[in-house]
């Protein structure tokens, strides 16, 4: 989701990076499981959520729109998936009975980074933690990294970067190419990053190369 506003009003007006220590410890959550509830399309999944939660679930991600455990949305002109919402108290497909997360594994980069969120600019991106938004007020600090609890750390900055900046172009590609682009657009992003299954151990080269195969297409080579 991206926010509008200041840092100083979103925020503890810090940024961070990945080996700084942040207030954003909130110790296994106890009991809480408010960020998990009432989010609309809010969680939205990147290729490497999909294809980690299709891997984990076994399912395809057809499958997991049918069942409701994720759902499609427009977002800048394109259709993006983000994690489902359902019952009366509208709460995430994945949380269990026990109000806890049955992927903790394979949870979606959003769910892994919050209360921090991502503060892009010039081509990169640092970490900020979002005022107010968590629960938990008597949170611990914790290095960035370790909370981020994702393997491979460096890579999967550098794919959220390039993830980022893509979407950035493609919007950018859609307001110089008019409108009547926007529903192909749409529907080969979703196809070529999202449905098409990542078959090989290393998703990061795969996305890589589908990502420059994808800008050769589209003349938004960099
Ligand atoms: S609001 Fe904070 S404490 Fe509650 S579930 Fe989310 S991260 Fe955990
Ligand atoms: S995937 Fe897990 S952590 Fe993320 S919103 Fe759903 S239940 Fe919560």
New binding site residues.
């Given amino acids: 989701m991206r926010r509008e506003g200041t840092l100083e009003e979103i925020s503890d007006g810090r940024l961070y990076q990945r080996t700084d220590m942040v207030r954003a410890n909130c110790m296994d959550c106890q009991n809480c499981?408010d960020?998990?509830k009432g989010?609309g399309n809010t969680?939205q999944l990147d290729p490497l959520d999909v294809s980690r939660l299709c891997k984990d679930t076994e399912n395809t991600m057809q499958g997991l729109l049918q069942t409701g455990a994720i759902q499609l949305t427009v977002v800048d002109g394109l259709i993006l998936p983000s994690?489902g919402m359902q019952g009366e108290k509208s709460a995430?497909?994945?949380?269990n009975e026990k109000g806890r997360?049955?992927?903790?594994k394979s949870?979606?980069g959003?769910?892994r980074l919050f209360p921090l969120g991502r503060y892009y600019e010039n081509g990169v991106f640092s970490y900020f933690l979002q005022a107010n938004e968590c629960s938990m007020k008597n949170r611990s600090k914790i290095k960035v990294e370790k909370w981020l609890d994702t393997p491979n750390i460096v890579k999967y900055e550098t794919f959220v970067t390039n993830w980022h900046y893509l979407l950035k172009d493609i919007e950018q590609w859609l307001q110089e190419n008019g409108m009547e682009n926007q529903k192909q657009m749409a529907t080969t992003v979703l196809q070529f990053f999202y449905e098409n299954p990542y078959q090989g151990s290393d998703f990061y080269m795969e996305f890589e190369e589908r990502r420059k195969k994808f800008r050769h297409a589209f003349s938004m080579e960099k």
């Fill in positions: 499981s960020c998990c989010m969680i994690m995430c497909y994945f949380l997360c049955s992927i903790h949870r979606p959003i769910c």
